[in-house]
């Protein structure tokens, strides 16, 4: 079973428009991490976040906003007023206590934002 | 910064070869991590390191090992290219639960 669920596989936005990149995760260790990598045509992948499971503030950075809700397993990320150089792949990527280091991913969010 | 080096971006080998893929990073972190991303699956683990010498298999090992002999440096070895194994390859180090990513190796089997 997948750790890191991404249902949205694409998603097209225009320019200026707000956008939330949905993340589910799943696991039965009370101490974890979550991340949401961005990655883009260059192939490399950029960390955004890490929250940890004790910590349940959600977190604004810019244009960048994060839910984290463990009543819902959810992560979700969004981005306001989106811009073109915002068009990536991201991830959400999870890491248990019990395997501390090992990160499991979801299969990406393809975002692609119009001029 | 620390720094994750892949030593190719693009590789083309032919079916049959061996092949090293290598990973290089400046910061003496213990873990490090070789994944494969393939379209619409997303990241898979294929193996990973806790120390030099050590290795644990992660979720897709088969046709793969791989060598630690120096903490800095992590090769993953693909002892007979197939071209299943055509993909993206990105390794990672480790330190505290923060991954650096190298800029991934573009392999191609033919």
């Known amino acids: 079973a997948q750790k890191v669920t991404q249902a949205q596989t694409e998603i097209s936005v225009v320019e200026k428009e707000d956008v939330t990149l949905d993340c589910v995760y799943e696991?039965?260790?009370?101490?974890?991490?979550l991340f949401w990598y961005k990655q883009p045509p260059s192939g490399e992948l950029v960390f955004l976040i890490r929250?940890?499971?004790?910590?349940?503030q959600n977190e604004i950075s810019g244009r960048y906003s994060w839910n984290f809700q463990k009543s819902t397993s959810s992560f979700n990320f969004t981005i306001t007023a989106s811009q073109v150089v915002d068009s990536a792949v991201y991830f959400c990527?999870?890491?248990?206590?019990?395997?501390?280091?090992?990160?499991?991913f979801g299969r990406g969010t393809q975002l692609t934002v119009w001029p | 910064d620390v720094k994750v080096t892949q030593s190719s971006r693009y590789l083309v080998k032919r079916t049959g070869e061996k092949v090293f893929l290598e990973c290089v990073q400046d910061?003496?972190?213990?873990?490090m991590f070789w994944y494969r991303q393939d379209p619409g699956l997303g990241l898979r683990l294929i193996y990973f390191?806790?120390?030099?010498?050590?290795?644990e298999k992660g979720d897709i090992p088969e046709g793969y090992s791989v060598s630690r002999e120096k903490k800095e440096r992590f090769s993953l070895i693909l002892e007979s290219a197939s071209t299943n194994q055509t993909s993206m390859y990105l390794c990672?180090?480790?330190?505290?639960?923060?991954?650096?990513f190298g800029q991934g190796t573009r392999l191609t089997v033919v």
């Open positions: 696991t039965r260790d009370t101490t974890y991490y």
């Open positions: 910061m003496d972190h213990e873990n």
């Open positions: 929250r940890n499971s004790f910590d349940e």
């Open positions: 990527a999870l890491s248990e206590g019990s395997t501390l280091g090992r990160l499991y």
């Open positions: 990672a180090s480790l330190i505290g639960t923060e991954a650096f």
């Open positions: 390191s806790y120390d030099v010498k050590m290795k």
